[in-house]
């Protein structure tokens, strides 16, 4: 399957927080085809195993399947629908958006709200508040509440848009792309030889609290965890520090949260064999799946590696598709690379 195809399928799959149990299943048979077992837990995380050689230490590679949401909160006698936010949604992308309402059936609506035109002055200079702003189906009160209930799940309705320069615009790229990275690094070993056994993890929740990652290290609890994830890629107006390039290759994660002889044999495999990359320092908690693996029980040595992204957190998020096989690349390379020596001696900084 190519990378492409890859990434397709895991658009589809609709995943806001909290919600994964139910769509995990899908995710299992994108992962069915790379891995030699295959198990999920009770937080929903789907867990694939690719057995090494030696099978004597493991490495466990993490990325979050879930995606930032909405949740029915209230169905007003007129049939419209007021609705929280699940995740860091920016209230500002909403009006006119498109979106599906998983209740007893999928339902597609789209968010509405007072047009300009019959707005205040005042209010034509703010920024429309969320309890303003409704979802319309077209349905009366009474289908509503047939097909749809408090608590009800919805995602954005968006089918990817292919760009220039082999880019990709979709929302749920954060973190879906981390996941097609994971997926790729598996398709690459393939290839290699390599002797630790693989815990691939498509993780739940990371977008409220990192849950799916803390329960999930806590039972492989491995030698090495790598998160992999989205950074902010360069756009116009965002400093050059807080950004970076589209094309240019996996962003590597420097700082406290990172084990630093995991960040040297990453940046050392990269130039040995081409792969260009970018570093990201993170002087701090980095607020990925990569702080909760590494304060499991006694701790466990981590790394960090991302992915440029523009737009984070919109239906328009950006990838350039280069980034995850490059990405994929270097993760195949890494594990390649290590043998039991190497694990023993990360206890020793």
Known sequence: M?????IDKLLKIPAPSGSEINSNKHIKAIFTKYCDELISDKLGNVIGIKRGLENDFKIMLAAHMDEIGLMVKNIDESGFIRFTFIGGVDNRILPAQEVV????????GIIGSKPPH??????????????DMFIDTGLSSDEVNELISIGDYITF????????NNSISANALDNRAGIATVLWALKELENLKFYADIYAVATTQEEVGLRGAITSSFEIYPDIGIAIDVCHGNMKDVPEPDSYILGNGPTLALGPNIHPRLFNRLKNLAEEYKIPYQIDVEPSNTGTDAWAIQITRAGIPTALISIPLRYMHTTVETIRIDDIKMSGRLLALFISSIHKNFVEELSCF
Not at 118 to 131: F, W
Not at 157 to 164: G, N
């Open 2 to 6: 190519e990378i492409k195809q890859i």
């Open 101 to 108: 309402i998983h209740g007893r059936k999928d339902v597609y």
């Open 118 to 131: 019959i707005q205040q002055a005042e209010e034509r200079k703010k920024s429309i508040k969320p309890e």
């Open 157 to 164: 309705y968006r089918s990817p848009s292919d760009l220039l």
